[in-house]
């Protein structure tokens, strides 16, 4: 799916969704349906189509418009000046960081912007690992933004509404706050994450959902944050959530389908009608790229299988 009118019908609607759960999954959703099509393209558009309409995502509420449009700030505000946006944001002062994160992007462009929160991503990545993986796909957003230069104004405010919910911060009381460092963790391999993220892939496979954003965005870290970040997965796979479906695991000798296309397709199409139908079927093909033994690979296509199935299913 490489036809830019095909790329842009999934990419509106991705910029616009509001998200119900703070932490916006809709342009990771459409990065993977681009993906997964370009990966397996005996597929037809209209597989991709049916599968994004299964994830939910259609159901989503959408910004009609710019909310930094609907403003009234007076030409010179400090509530508009690009130095103020990340204060604005971290206070979760919306609508007020929308013009500020405008001339943010002006100023340094869209990528930039992202980066600037590279560190605290890698160091916060909050519940379900969304404050990194979900960074990551605001940083692979911004190379697709640069043929469709009209939606990084859309894309700008979902970036700011995610690092508000994401990136808390720059306490009214406290003028010296700082966000937090790396720190000195111990050093973790990727075969490592890979065996405890099998053993317990948690709510709809999120702590492979966080390995394969890692593996795919490991080299954009200084040391230290990868570190941060692997030390993070790692605590992800024996926490305790409150939820228990965070806790999930696959049932003893459970087998997938043979191949990883039949995978895909019936995960994308998934019974459990989520967007991280799409998710993690990409997640589980990029992992498959990096770690090509047989039993990993059969345990992945397990996993697929699995989450592919109606909860009530699971057992």
């Not at 994004?52 to 403003?71: N, T």
Request: charged content about 20%.
């Amino acid at each position: 799916m490489t036809d830019f009118l095909e790329e842009r019908e999934f990419l509106e609607p991705a910029v616009s969704a509001l998200s119900l759960n703070a932490a916006t999954h809709a342009p990771k959703a459409m990065l993977s349906t681009l993906r997964l099509a370009v990966r397996f393209p005996g597929l037809p558009l209209e597989h991709w189509r049916e599968a994004w309409r299964v994830s939910g995502l259609d159901g989503s509420p959408r910004a009609l418009g710019l909310f930094a449009e609907s403003l009234s700030v007076p030409e010179g505000s400090d509530a508009a000046a690009a130095r103020r946006a990340p204060v604005l944001a971290a206070r979760g002062q919306l609508p007020l960081a929308y013009p500020a994160f405008h001339a943010w992007v002006e100023a340094a462009g869209f990528e930039a912007v992202v980066l600037a929160y590279r560190t605290r991503a890698a160091v916060e990545p909050g519940y379900l690992g969304h404050g990194f993986t979900v960074w990551c796909s605001f940083l692979e957003l911004a190379a697709l933004l640069s043929r469709h230069k009209d939606l990084v104004p859309w894309a700008t405010e979902r970036f700011c509404e995610f690092v508000a919910y994401a990136f808390p911060g720059h306490p009214h009381e406290d003028p010296r706050w700082q966000p937090p460092e790396p720190g000195d963790a111990p050093e973790i391999t990727r075969e490592e994450l890979m065996n405890a993220a099998l053993s317990r892939p948690g709510h709809f496979g999120h702590t492979l959902l966080s390995l394969a954003a890692l593996v795919r965005h490991g080299e954009r870290l200084t040391r230290p944050e990868w570190r941060a970040q692997a030390w993070a997965q790692l605590q992800a796979t024996t926490r305790r959530y409150p939820d228990p479906e965070d806790h999930e695991r696959l049932p003893i000798g459970f087998k997938g389908p043979e191949t990883l296309e039949t995978m895909v397709v019936a995960l994308s199409l998934g019974e459990r009608s989520d967007v991280h139908n799409l998710t993690l079927a990409d997640a589980l093909c990029t992992l498959w790229n990096h770690f090509p033994g047989a039993d990993t690979r059969a345990r992945l296509l397990a996993v697929g299988a699995h989450y592919a199935r109606a909860p009530e299913a699971t057992g």
